[in-house]
C-alpha cells in the first residue's frame, strides 16, 4: 500500500466511509495513520465479573452465557443475554440492534467495556462497546485505547480498526527520516514505533516516549521549514541595496529625541538595507515604543535611494492614521504620500494607483489587502507591514517573492511570549525594543466590580471637564438575551442617566460603515468627542495622546495580551493614564488574570502570563498568530522540547546536504513543494 494513495484504496473503504474521513480531514493513508487521538482510555485492566461494582466503567473478559433473544419492547428493540467468565455473571442489553442475535460465537471469549448497574436485583450492563478476544491482537479493549476526535457517523469503533489495520500493513512505507545521530543524541524513538504507539500504546511508558518522538519531529520540520524561508531569502539577489543614509534631515523633524532603542533598531535596518539581498526584519517593541518613527526613517532611506515605500496596515481607520502621520512629518520635504482605501471611490482608486505605478508617488500606505492585490509599484524597495496579527508563513514569503525582492520590515503589535517568538518567528531576522520614550508615565491600572461604576462616571467627568478624553470598551454591539455582557449600543443610552450626559460621547463598532467609523475616530481624535464609546475595534494602533482614561467593561472576557494592547491606547501623551477594569466575575482564573494586569505593564511579560493562564489552545485561538496548525505539539506545554529543537536545527542545518536529504523531502510534503531547491 502507498502511504500517499487516497484514503479510499483502503480495505473496507467505500464512498461512504470515504465521505465521513474526509469530514476529519483524512484524506490519505498518511492523513489516517496520523490522526493523532485526542485521549485515550486505560482499558487494559481487566476485572473479574465477581468484583465488578454498580456505576463504574470496566473491561471484562467474557463468554456469551446461553443465547441471545430479540424482544420488541414497544417502539424499540430490546436485544438481551447474559455474559459470564469463572467468577460470575451479568444481564447484558442493546437496543434496537437486531443484528447482533447472530453475532457472538458462544464458544469463543470477548471483552465487553461499559458501565455496570443493578436493575431487577441483576448486575447489568447496558450498551457495551465488545470486541472478540483474539491473542495479541487488541484494539477496543484489554490495552490502553485510543478515543479521535469523530464525525457523525463515524464511531471510534471503526476509526479503530482502520487505523490498525492499516498501521499494520503500511509499517514498511513508514520512513524514517531523521538522521541516526540526531535520534540518539535527543533520545528520541523511530517512526514505526512512535506512530504505533501514538494509537495503541504497549504502557504508558511507550506512549510518552511515542509522543516525545511526534513533538520533537512537528516541531523540529516547522522550525526548519522558517529558517529555509530564511535562508532562501537571504540567497534572492536584490537590486535594491541602499547606499545613502543621511536620515539627520528626517529626523530632526520629529518633535522628540530618538529613544536608544529607536537608534540601535535603525542601526540594524540599515546594514541589512545596504546588502545586495532583501532584508526580512520583525520590530517587537511595546505598545508605544515608537515602531511608526522608525519605519517612518526607513521610508525616507528609500525615497533618497530612488525606491517607493509600501506601508500595509491591517485596517482603514489605521491606514488613514498612518497617512497622517506620514504628509505631516514629510510635508515641504519633497516625498509625495498617498492614501488606498478600501472605501475610496473607484474613481480615485484608479488615479492613486497610477501615481504609484509612474512613481510620482514615493509612499503608498492602505491595508494589507489593497496593497497585495494588483497595485504596481514602479520601483518598490521597501514593505512596512504593521501587523495586528501575525501572517501565515507562506502568505509571507508570497508577499516577498513578489516583484524585485523589496527590503521587508514587519512591525508587530502583539509581544509575543519570548520563547515562542524563537519559533513563530524562526523565519525573521528580529529586533527587539525594549526602551520606551523617555518621561511615559505608568498607567494608573485598577481592576474594581460594577458597583464603582457611578464613581467612574464621576471620574471621567472630572477628566473631560479639564479637557481629557476617554474611551469605554464593551465586548458586543447590540444586547443580546443570550448573554448578560454590556453592548455598545444600550450602554451608549444607559450613559444618558449618568453625569456623562454632560459631556459629548460617540460610539464606534465593527458593523458601522469604514467612513462612518473613520468619521467618528476623526472628530475623536480632533477632539470633538469626549468620550467614545466601542467594541475592540479601537485595539490596535490609535493614537490619541489627550485621552487619558481606558474604562474596560466585563474585563475577563479578554486575553492579558489584548487588555494590554487596550490599555496601550492611553498613556500616549503627557498626561497621567488611567485603565479601570471592571469585572463582576468570581471565577478564580479571571480574577487573577485582571490581577496581574494591576501588577504588570510589560507585555512581553504579560504575554507569557497569557499563555500559562490561559493555554496555547485559547491564547492561539482565532489563528490570532497565523501559526501553522499543529497535530500534536502543545506550544505552551511541550515548551522544554521547543527548546531542544531550537538546537538541533541548528544542529541540523551544519550537517552536510546528503544528511538531511530525508528531512528535506518530508518538509516538502508537508508543505506542499516538492525539492524546490532548500537547504538550510
Ligand atoms: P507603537 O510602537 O505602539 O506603534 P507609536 O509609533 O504609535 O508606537 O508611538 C507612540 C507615540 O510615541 C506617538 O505619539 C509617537 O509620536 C511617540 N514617540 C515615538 N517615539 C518617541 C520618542 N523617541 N520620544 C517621545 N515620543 C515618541
Ligand atoms: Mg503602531
Redesign the pocket.
Known amino acids: 500500500m502507498d502511504i500517499n494513495a487516497p484514503v479510499e484504496t483502503i480495505k473496507n473503504v467505500g464512498e461512504k466511509r470515504k465521505e465521513l474521513l474526509n469530514k476529519v480531514g483524512i484524506y490519505t493513508v498518511r492523513d489516517l495513520i496520523e490522526y493523532i487521538p485526542r485521549d485515550y482510555a486505560d482499558r487494559s485492566k481487566l476485572t473479574p465479573l465477581c468484583d465488578v461494582e454498580e456505576g463504574e466503567e470496566y473491561t471484562v473478559r467474557a463468554k456469551i452465557g446461553h443465547k441471545i433473544e430479540v424482544m420488541p419492547k414497544g417502539r424499540v428493540t430490546l436485544v438481551r443475554g447474559t455474559i459470564k467468565d469463572k467468577t460470575g455473571e451479568a444481564v447484558v442489553v442493546w437496543f434496537n440492534q437486531r443484528y447482533l442475535k447472530n453475532t457472538f460465537d458462544t464458544s469463543k471469549e470477548y471483552f465487553f467495556t461499559g458501565t455496570f448497574e443493578r436493575k431487577f436485583g441483576r448486575l447489568t450492563l447496558t450498551s457495551p462497546d465488545f470486541e472478540m478476544v483474539r491473542e495479541g491482537e487488541a484494539i477496543n479493549a484489554g490495552r490502553i485505547v485510543p478515543v479521535y476526535h469523530l464525525t457523525k457517523n463515524l464511531n471510534q469503533k471503526l476509526l479503530r480498526k482502520l487505523i490498525y489495520d492499516c498501521l499494520e500493513s503500511i509499517e514498511s512505507e513508514i520512513k524514517e527520516f531523521l538522521p541516526k545521530s540526531i535520534m540518539k543524541e535527543y533520545g528520541l524513538c523511530g517512526r514505526v514505533y512512535a506512530l504505533k504507539n501514538i494509537h495503541f500504546p504497549e504502557t504508558n511508558e511507550a506512549f510518552f516516549t511515542a509522543r516525545r518522538r511526534l513533538v520533537f519531529e512537528e516541531l523540529l520540520i516547522l522550525q526548519l521549514r522558517l529558517l529555509n524561508i530564511k535562508k532562501s531569502i537571504k540567497k534572492q539577489y536584490t537590486g535594491l541595496s541602499f547606499s545613502f543614509f543621511e536620515t539627520e534631515r528626517i529626523i530632526d523633524r ?1 518633535p ?4 536608544s532603542g ?1 537608534e540601535e533598531a535603525l542601526d540594524e535596518i540599515i546594514g541589512d538595507m545596504a546588502e545586495n539581498h532583501p532584508m526580512n526584519r520583525l520590530i517587537q ?9 522608525i519605519a517612518q526613517v526607513c521610508a525616507y532611506i528609500a525615497y533618497i535611494n530612488g525606491a517607493q515605500t509600501a506601508v500595509m496596515a491591517p485596517t482603514d481607520v489605521l491606514a488613514t492614521q498612518h497617512y497622517k502621520s506620514f504628509s505631516e512629518l514629510f510635508a515641504g520635504t519633497g516625498v509625495r504620500v498617498v492614501l488606498l482605501k478600501g472605501s475610496m471611490p473607484a474613481k480615485e482608486k484608479r488615479e492613486v494607483k497610477k501615481l504609484i505605478a509612474e512613481g510620482e508617488a514615493h509612499i503608498a500606505i492602505g491595508t494589507h489587502a489593497l496593497i497585495q492585490e494588483g497595485v504596481s509599484f514602479k520601483e518598490l524597495g521597501l514593505v512596512v507591514t504593521d501587523e495586528q496579527h501575525r501572517f501565515g508563513v507562506n502568505q509571507r514569503k508570497l508577499l516577498t517573492a513578489k516583484g524585485d525582492y523589496p527590503h521587508t520590515l514587519i ?1 508587530s ?1 502583539t509581544p509575543i511570549p519570548r520563547t515562542l517568538g524563537l519559533i513563530l518567528y524562526g523565519d525573521l531576522d528580529i529586533t527587539t525594543i525594549t526602551t520606551m ?2 518621561g511615559r508615565k505608568k498607567i494608573d491600572t485598577s481592576f474594581v466590580d460594577s458597583s464603582y461604576r457611578e464613581r467612574i462616571y464621576n471620574f471621567i467627568y472630572k477628566h473631560v471637564k479639564q479637557g481629557r478624553q476617554a474611551y469605554i470598551v464593551c465586548p458586543v454591539i447590540e444586547e443580546n438575551d443570550k448573554t448578560e455582557l454590556q453592548s455598545v449600543k444600550k450602554y451608549f443610552d444607559s450613559l444618558k442617566g449618568t453625569p456623562l450626559r454632560e459631556v459629548r460621547v460617540a460610539m464606534v463598532h465593527g458593523k458601522m460603515k469604514s467612513d462612518r467609523k473613520q468619521a467618528v475616530m476623526d472628530s475623536f481624535a480632533a477632539g470633538d468627542i469626549d468620550v467614545l464609546v466601542a467594541t475592540t475595534v479601537i485595539e490596535v ?1 490609535i ?1 490619541v ?1 489627550n485621552a487619558n482614561i481606558m474604562l474596560i467593561e466585563n474585563a475577563e472576557r479578554y486575553g492579558l495580551s489584548q487588555l494590554h494592547q487596550l490599555r ?1 491606547r492611553v498613556g ?2 503627557e498626561y497621567q493614564s488611567y485603565c479601570i477594569l471592571i469585572s463582576d466575575k468570581k471565577e478564580k482564573e479571571a480574577r487573577e488574570r485582571l490581577k496581574t494586569m494591576v501588577k504588570s505593564a510589560d507585555g512581553f511579560e504579560l504575554s507569557e502570563k497569557d499563555l500559562e493562564l490561559r493555554g496555547p489552545g485559547e491564547f492561539f485561538g482565532a489563528k490570532q498568530h497565523g501559526l501553522p496548525e499543529l497535530k500534536i505539539a502543545n506550544l505552551y506545554k511541550d515548551m522544554d522540547i521547543l527548546k531542544e529543537v531550537r538546537e538541533c536545527a541548528e544542529h541540523i542545518s551544519s550537517l552536510s546536504e546528503g544528511e538531511y536529504e530525508l528531512i528535506l523531502k518530508r518538509i516538502g510534503e508537508i508543505y506542499g513543494f516538492a525539492n524546490e531547491n532548500v537547504t538550510f
Open positions: 520629529f522628540f529625541k530618538l529613544t529607536q517593541g511595546d505598545v508605544g515604543s515608537g515602531k511608526t518613527a512591525m503589535a520614550p523617555a494602533g493614537n495622546a496601550g500616549r501623551g
